[in-house]
């Protein structure tokens, strides 16, 4: 495409003009040096100065639109080929600048959009951890609880046994755990990787600032990110310090309360089977602790796995969102072509016989199978009707229960919705199991009656004459007929997984076509901007040609009037001449437009642009 549309470009160069006449210079230039000096010029200024210096086998200057006016008082035809050489040179240096900045551009673009992209993630990451701080000290404020109302129990016992023996009340006893040091170190490791995020991303944001000032709106949203960022770190940083010094003084306490205990269960030391009984009740404690310890792990790593699932589910129900409302509409045109096919009626056989069978007992036999023909056609009539609305209904249903199962956010409080919901859809799909089976064997059953019944058919055609001949054919016909109904209803419930596989099919040609559409559409875009460019600089090449025509007008009549007249030849993307000297000019991009005034053919030729 690029290199079409440089040909098109250099073909807009040379602006085209036709002349009656044709002659010789007075003076023969050197052939060589004109060629040596035209071989960087484009094929139609080539010919334009083939033409306008007879050299080799070059059509006639009536094919060309611009030779005449290059002789000026001033220049010789050496600069003026230069000049023109110039000019041709400029245009592709500037294609090329275009271009160049087009892809420097979209360069900008995809690292403003990397740099985007980095920024949130480093955003999410921060946002984890800052929650998963809250979260640990939501667990040390619950075990700082605990550990008080264990240190309330311990009291009230010691007051008792202090009673029991006579003494004076003791201070109040408090027995506190330090916290685990893996946790600390795990959230103290936690701090340092938000920080080292932290300064990543500024020193990202240092390097990228002149990404931001080439984009003033994203730089201006990236800012406000990483402020608030800022804002909310430097929050989570102070909360965490204020729940720290906290913690710290409320260890020093309890250390001072533990030694405090120390010293008096050293003035304890003759009572040993009170210090005994202590003992037990802290190694009772110490195993709750530890119990207690080891739920709350259990807890966690059951919370991570929930979150897990419910990550996986959203995923998943992202994923079938398009799928359900897909299998939604192929079931409304499937109901609508089920309810057209699913009116199966059965119309009976009347069937006569010669008067001479009707006092025969085997005649009676006969009229009673038909009856009972008549009924098992009814009874598979409604039978049918009932099966295809059941399917359909049950469908219509699974689909429903699927479609409020991905409704549903997977929380705490729907997992067990969840799980009744797909219960209920695996008792229903067994049902209809059950009921499919259920009906193959009764419409088998059906299938052996019909067999017996065409066996007695066939013995009656067989001793049935003249008028019963047709009654037969009749029968097996509405029979074959309604058999075919049968595999056509099973046909199309198996021809849903096709519609499907059509369907998907259809989606990725329309979302490739939309491509494509919008390739072109961007291709058109950067056609039409190198086209005005070629345009204007046309135009100023045409502009200078007129001013130096101007300038010399006695030089352009006596070069004209000292050529040959010749067969004016006729090029198909060229213009073409009238006969009495007047110069036609015809649009090059539609070929229809023709005109002897120049200004009309452009304005023209600014319109057929406009309208490609």
Partial sequence: MSSQTEIDDDSFIIVLRSSPTTGMYDTELDKSQIEDAMKDLSLEANMAFKAQFSLGDSPSPSSMMAASTLITDDRSTQELQRRYAELLDENVVLKETLKENNNTIRKQLMLISECQDSTLEAHMSHSQKFKETMEFIEKLRKENKHLKQENAHLVKEVAKVNNETGEKKSPQIEFVTSPDDDTINKLTAQLELVEKQRRQVIADNDKLKWLLEAANQTADAITKERDDLRVKLDKAEYEISIKDEEHARNIKKKMVIIDDLNCKLKSYSLMVDEISKRDAVFQSLQTEHSMLQ???????????????????????????????????????????????????????????????NESSSEYSTYIANVKRYDRTLKHLSEYLNALTNGLSDSLVHSLGVVASLHDYKLERASIDRVKSGLSELRLMIEKQHKTAISNIGQVRGTLVIFEGIFKDYNELLKKSVTKTENVPAQLSAALLAREQEITALRAELADCDLLRAQADSYRSDFEAEREAREKMASEKETILTDLRTAQRKIKELTNQLEEIRILSPGLHKSVTSKREPTKSTAVSTTTTTTTNGNTVYKCPKCMRFSSNQYKAMEEHFDDCLDDF
């Avoid at 059951?302 to 299998?327: A, C, R």
């Avoid at 096919?341 to 001479?356: G, M, N, R």
Wanted: charged share 35%.
């Fill in 294 to 356: 080891n739920e709350l792990k259990k807890a966690q790593i059951k919370i991570l796995d929930l979150e897990n699932i419910k990550l996986e589910f959203e995923q998943h129900k992202s994923g079938t969102l398009e799928t359900v409302k897909m299998y939604k509409e192929q079931i409304q045109e499937m109901n609508n072509k089920i309810k057209d096919v699913q009116k199966t009626v059965f119309q009976p056989v009347d069937l006569s016989l010669a008067t001479e």
